[in-house]
């Protein structure tokens, strides 16, 4: 059964940094591409960050370009996203999600239950 339980949002201030952890079980981590999603209440899922399988090729939005970076541990099948330089607009929950598929996408068959962040003086 796959799971993916992400950790380490909060509460920071406006320029603070987080970073947040995704626990991945239930399948072969190291086959498959991921991806980080935000959503804040009435929009709909906002793709953030990407990185295939390798952990070599990395995606990104324009929202956080230079601010977020994406990286994963496929020895212990975890996912990271660095947080640096927040906004009040970073504000949300955010999830980390399984690519459906064995070719990176931002198409995803599974995500997680999602960590709230909130940037806020």
């Known amino acids: 059964q796959v799971q993916l339980v992400e950790s380490g949002g909060g509460l920071v201030q406006p320029g603070g940094s987080l970073r947040l952890s995704c626990a991945a079980s239930g399948f072969y981590f190291s086959n498959f591409g991921m991806n980080w999603f935000r959503q804040t209440p009435g929009q709909g899922l906002e793709w953030v960050r990407g990185i295939a399988n390798g952990g070599v090729s990395k995606y990104c939005a324009d929202s956080v370009q230079g601010r977020f970076s994406i990286s994963r541990d496929n020895v212990k099948n975890t996912l990271y996203l660095q947080m640096d330089n927040l906004k009040p607009d970073d504000t949300a929950v955010y999830y980390c999600?399984?690519?459906?598929?064995?070719?990176?996408?931002?198409?995803?068959?599974?995500r997680g239950q999602g960590t709230q962040v909130t940037v806020s003086s």
């Open positions: 999600a399984k690519v459906e598929g064995m070719t990176w996408s931002k198409r995803f068959d599974y």
